[in-house]
């Protein structure tokens, strides 16, 4: 037997071998594969084998300590569970022998999940569900969970949306307190608006021009000709008159932060007595109002700008389709509004007005190109018909530069006071912008390339950029490159856009940051000083705002799969396809088919023969003496390899 000092010399040196490994703690984060890293707040990351990844989920915090791998390299292995932040979850109901799973819908959660018998909830294999992590894989076992719901089968009718509502954390109802205090405020509405000083604009010919089906209008047009240029005036719905900070309404809207527009349903920010009703600027109806008074020159700059309460009554309710039909010379008679005289004077005024607009924003800014988009024809099942091209007319046109207008000239007004609300867009993201100035001083002849990183050295750089007739796209690989656009209270340039300072102000009843901009411009407008936004509300509004685009687009994705699957199936669609690729990374590319529209991916990896250069962003194929390159906006034929629709997952050959 050990004596006691040997037995406290072996405690030292255990402890002394202990204290001589490093430890720290950090964030998991999971991959595409069984393998995963934990990031560190200091910015260390370290390798997670599939062993130990399979105690921990995605998102978990973990104490680890690291060790060394037979071959030198450095690999953390997990000491203990701080915290999780996986909990709900939806995927589909797999049976596989007396085993019952769920694999996830989640972009790096890519095991199969058991549920115990008890909790199953009678779900069918093949089924969607909706389930919650019941039990952590740490220390020991594996990960299960409760389904505590059946969403459908892959079949049912908006089980896409659905499904997608419930993996984002959307709501698609609204509470019987929220709804009450809707119904309240119906009663004292004009009473509302008429606290705040207003001019009565009702005897203005104002139009709206939206979608024919949209009820919830948020802005009104008028525009008259006049000596070297134009009067236009823009009318934005008021909800701020009524919707107070703080309220079980305004609550809601902050949590939702924007209205949702999928392809079978809507769910709006604010209920739709409110938003399709009382704040709507539906034809024939007194409605309160911020109405933005702008003079246009004849060469498209604005020279003036003011913006008042007031009272507005639209006096026309058009549809894309109908404006575009007349400035063609095609008006339609079939139509719920006709086109009066006084109508068909303002649409003509607009027109030129927006056309001043924009061809300064392209001489002086910088403006995107138009890309083709198709639109989603349901049939009687929820599922895709057909896929119909759409091209952007001069009708979008005249209601996006008066929109931008407005917001521009409502960031410079912000800009003067003490605090405000804006959408910042930084350019090129910063780990990309070193091989950014190596190309653009190699390719597009930039002397000083970290000028790209100022709003007029940035503009220069697209320009160039657009201009370049060289073999490379210039242009689509710095626009793969660039940061996203973010909320910011300080008025910092909107480099996409070449603005020194942009917000959106347009659209209050479907979006929580212009009605919030409302607010800050009613409170400037009376003497008052807008109070600095915290930093995390604005994240929180950002988060909420993205996990809307991803919920409707991942349901896009999924009807488009189910479209192709049911396309290649009937032998509608054979053979090889032309497409354009979109997006490139280092495994593979994305096509976009040229007949509908429907994307799909090409991998490279795990593949010699392919070598990717980050700085061109090209894929390279080599083979002997054979080399073939593949690069942005290139056009391909591709082969259909595999749809999963469920998956969103559609696979492509080149052919």
């Not at 890293?37 to 910015?43: A, E």
């Not at 991942?554 to 009807?559: D, F, M």
Request: proline share 4%; net charge negative.
């Amino acid at each position: 037997m050990l004596n006691q000092d040997a037995l406290a010399q072996l405690k030292t040196l255990k402890k002394d071998i202990h204290d001589s490994i490093p430890r720290h703690q950090g964030k998991v984060r999971g991959t595409s594969g069984r393998f995963g890293f934990v990031n560190t707040d200091d910015g260390q990351q370290f390798f997670l084998s599939p062993d130990e990844m399979d105690k921990v989920l995605p998102g978990d915090t973990i104490d680890f300590r690291v060790e060394d791998t037979k071959d030198g390299k450095k690999q953390a292995i997990v000491e203990k569970l701080i915290k999780t932040e996986q909990d709900f979850f939806v995927g589909q109901y797999i049976v596989k022998g007396k085993g019952h799973f769920v694999s996830p819908d989640h972009p790096t959660l890519n095991r199969w999940i058991f549920i115990p018998p008890a909790k199953r909830n009678n779900a069918k294999d093949g089924q969607l569900v909706n389930c919650k992590v019941s039990k952590h894989p740490y220390p020991h076992g594996k990960a299960q969970a409760d389904i505590i719901e059946v969403l459908g089968d892959a079949a049912d009718r908006q089980i896409e949306s659905n499904m997608m509502i419930r993996k984002w954390g959307l709501s698609n109802s609204f509470s019987e307190h929220c709804q009450n205090e809707a119904s309240a405020l119906l009663s004292v509405m004009e009473e509302a608006a008429s606290t705040e000083e207003r001019a009565d604009q009702t005897a203005t010919e104002w139009l709206t021009i939206d979608s024919a089906g949209s009820r919830d209008l948020d802005d009104a047009l008028f525009c008259a000709a006049k000596d070297g240029g134009w009067n236009l005036q823009v009318a934005i719905a008021d909800p701020s008159c009524a919707i107070k900070p703080g309220s079980e309404i305004d609550q809601e809207a902050a949590r939702r932060a924007t209205s949702s527009y999928f392809a079978d349903q809507m769910l709006p920010m604010m209920p739709s007595e409110l938003s399709e009703g009382a704040f709507s600027l539906l034809p024939g109806q007194k409605r309160p109002a911020m109405v933005c008074n702008l003079a246009i020159t004849e060469q498209g700059e604005i020279e003036n700008f003011s913006v008042e309460n007031a009272f507005i009554e639209s006096k026309a309710k058009l549809s894309y389709v109908q404006v575009q039909g007349f400035f063609d010379g095609e008006e339609k008679s079939d139509v719920e509004t006709p086109l009066t005289d006084s109508l068909k004077e303002t649409l003509t005024a607009l027109n030129a007005c927006a056309g001043a607009l924009l061809a300064r924003r392209k001489e002086q800014h910088l403006v995107l190109d138009d890309k083709p988009e198709f639109r989603m024809q349901l049939n009687e099942q929820g599922k895709i018909d057909q896929l119909v091209p759409v091209q952007r007319t001069q009708a979008h046109r005249l209601v996006e530069e008066c929109m931008v207008a407005v917001n521009r000239s409502i960031a410079g007004f912000l800009a003067q006071q003490e605090n405000g609300l804006y959408i910042q867009h930084a350019g090129i993201r910063t780990e990309r912008l070193g091989e950014a100035r190596a190309l653009v001083k190699e390719r597009l002849g930039i002397e000083k390339p970290e000028d790209i990183s100022t709003l007029e050295g940035f503009i220069d750089m697209q320009k160039r950029a657009a201009a370049d007739e060289s073999e490379l796209p210039m242009s689509a690989i710095l626009a793969r490159q660039l940061e996203r656009s973010k909320y910011s209270t300080e008025a910092k340039p909107h480099m996409g856009m070449g603005l020194s300072c942009y917000t959106t102000f347009t659209s209050p009843i479907r979006k929580y940051n212009d009605l919030l901009v409302h607010r800050m411009v009613k409170a400037s407008l009376a003497g008052q000083t807008n109070e600095a936004l915290p930093a995390e509300q604005l994240e929180a509004m950002g988060e909420a705002q993205n996990n809307v685009r991803m919920a409707t687009w991942q349901t896009e994705q999924w009807l488009k799969a189910e479209w192709l699957e049911r396309q290649v199936k009937a032998e509608s669609i054979q053979g090889p396809q032309k497409g354009h690729i979109i997006q490139v990374n280092s495994a593979g590319f994305t096509v976009r088919l040229d007949d509908n529209g429907v994307e799909g991916l090409f991998e490279t990896r795990r593949n010699k023969d392919w070598k990717f250069d980050t700085k061109t962003m090209t894929h390279t194929f080599k083979k002997g003496e054979e080399e073939t390159t593949y690069r942005l906006d290139q056009a391909v034929e591709v082969v259909i390899d595999k749809v999963n629709p469920v998956s969103r997952e559609i696979k492509l050959t080149l052919a």
